[in-house]
């Protein structure tokens, strides 16, 4: 069955660190592939998405995300953590109908 | 451009009552998304509309939900009978509809359903 999995539920990171959050897929084909992050009390927000071409894609805020196709994984990376980078973000895939379908969720917790 | 709009964004409801919960995609976008969040399933897909036809419903429970999209500028999902593990956020996303891409889906801030 196609998905994304989460393997870590909690990563706790100190302010100005890096951060890498994982994400396996298991999908038949090349997928397309997303983070979303959610803050406090708000909808999903996109960080970036996967088109098949360059592995490496550059999102919002500093993150970047590397796909892996020998690994299927595309992680969640960014050099330098901010306090208000404290949310839970998503990994998903997009089917082939246009729906996204999620991962169960990274909270990262920054601590000072 | 002020987003995806739900509404209300806080509903209680006593078990056995009916619940609706709105939607206003964003203008211009001509497909609207349904999921369901909770602690213990996370985020659930529940139904998609394109031009205001369902298109996907597999996420949706058998019983008692129900959604329509009546004209481009709304969608409804309606709760039947509401029971307490109906209890969660319901997420309404819209995007621009088209088939050939990875399209952006944006999210609304939600709905938080509490079934006393």
């Known amino acids: 069955a196609q998905s994304v999995t989460q393997p870590d539920a909690r990563v706790t990171v100190s302010e100005g660190a890096s951060l890498q959050l994982r994400c396996k897929y298991s999908?038949?084909?090349?997928?397309?592939l997303f983070w979303y992050v959610q803050y406090p009390r708000q909808g999903l927000q996109l960080l970036l998405k996967?088109?098949?071409?360059?592995?490496v894609v550059q999102g919002v805020n500093g993150f970047e995300a590397e796909f892996s196709k020998s690994n299927s994984s595309f992680h969640l990376r960014k050099a330098s953590v901010h306090w208000s980078d404290w949310a839970v973000y998503f990994c998903?895939?997009?089917?082939?109908?246009?729906?996204?379908?999620f991962g169960s969720g990274t909270k990262l917790t920054v601590e000072p | 451009n002020a987003g995806v709009i739900q509404t209300p964004r806080h509903k209680v409801t006593g078990k056995g009552q009916e619940a609706t919960l709105w939607c206003e995609p964003i203008?211009?976008?001509?497909?609207v998304f349904w999921y369901r969040q909770t602690i213990v399933q996370g985020l659930e897909f529940l139904t998609y509309?394109?031009?205001?036809?369902?298109?996907?419903d597999s996420g949706m429970p058998k019983e008692r939900f129900s959604a329509q999209m009546p004209n481009q500028s709304h969608s409804t999902l309606k709760i039947q009978s509401t029971q307490p593990q109906d209890s969660a956020v319901y997420l309404c996303?819209?995007?621009?509809?088209?088939?050939?891409?990875?399209?952006?889906?944006?999210f609304g801030s939600g709905t938080r359903l509490t079934v006393l």
């Open positions: 996303a819209s995007s621009l509809g088209r088939t050939t891409s990875a399209e952006t889906l944006y």
């Open positions: 999908y038949f084909g090349t997928p397309y």
């Open positions: 996967y088109y098949p071409g360059d592995p």
């Open positions: 998903a895939f997009m089917s082939n109908y246009n729906v996204l379908y």
């Open positions: 203008s211009g976008h001509s497909a």
């Open positions: 509309f394109r031009n205001q036809a369902p298109i996907d």
